[in-house]
């Protein structure tokens, strides 16, 4: 099983500012099917990227994805009061799926 | 935008079934995968397994033995059943719509359950 390890685990910024959390892959992800979650606390996770880098129908272009093989970069730009919540990334290149455990975004 | 929720009893005695079911609507059950994840308290997620609207299945090995699930297309639901749980089995667990490459399009709110006696 592919392990994911998310960094920071709690990532502490102002509105306004640019926030960037990484998830790290215990070896490649193929075809690089990695996505990107957002999770507010009580609601769904809603998905925010799927292939590393695509956005989800609906979703703000502050968010972007990028990386490849092991190591996966999500950015958020011009951070809403809207944004601070769980992000969480999710391989599926691979069975089983595996999760990374979460990076806190927190207002500062 | 499909919505999904989770039905079912909040406590589970141990060795006992844990029984959940997953309403859709606005939307055909018709198509797409129907997935279970589980979020154990202060853990990560753990994906469960996927049922398809034709009947098929694939769960993760690691809960493989104690999971069936099944799709009711006249009622729009999929249901899980997981025997034989212990308080390993306390998470809340979460229904999802998944495309055919494997992420999650649509999340239920997730429901707690807790396996105690």
């Known amino acids: 099983e592919i392990v994911l390890t998310q960094s920071p685990g709690t990532l502490s910024l102002s509105p306004g500012e640019g926030a960037t959390l990484s998830c790290r892959a215990s070896?490649?992800?193929?075809?690089?099917?990695l996505a990107w979650y957002q999770h507010q606390p009580g609601q769904a996770p809603r998905l925010l990227i799927h292939d590393a880098s695509s956005r989800a129908s609906g979703i703000p272009d502050r968010f972007s994805g990028s990386g490849s093989g092991t190591d996966f970069i999500l950015t958020i730009s011009r951070l809403e009061p809207e944004d601070f919540a769980v992000y969480f990334c999710?391989?599926?290149?691979?069975?089983?799926?595996?999760f990374g455990q979460g990076t806190k975004l927190e207002i500062k | 935008q499909v919505q999904l929720q989770e039905s079912g009893p909040g406590l589970v005695k141990p060795s006992e079934t844990l029984s959940l079911t997953c309403n859709v609507s606005?939307?055909?059950?018709?198509?797409?995968?129907w997935s279970w994840i589980r979020q154990p308290p202060g853990k990560r997620l753990e994906w469960i397994g996927y049922i398809h609207h034709s009947g098929g299945t694939h769960y993760n090995p690691s809960l493989k033995s104690r999971v069936t699930m099944s799709v009711d297309t006249s009622k729009n639901q999929f249901s899980l059943r997981l025997d034989s749980v212990t308080a390993a089995d306390t998470a809340v667990y979460f229904c999802?719509?998944?495309?055919?490459?494997?992420?999650?399009?649509?999340w239920g709110q997730g429901t707690l359950v807790t396996v105690s006696s």
């Open positions: 999710q391989q599926y290149g691979s069975s089983p799926y595996s």
């Open positions: 070896q490649s992800v193929i075809n690089d099917y």
């Open positions: 999802a719509r998944e495309t055919v490459y494997g992420e999650f399009v649509d």
């Open positions: 606005g939307g055909s059950i018709s198509s797409y995968y």
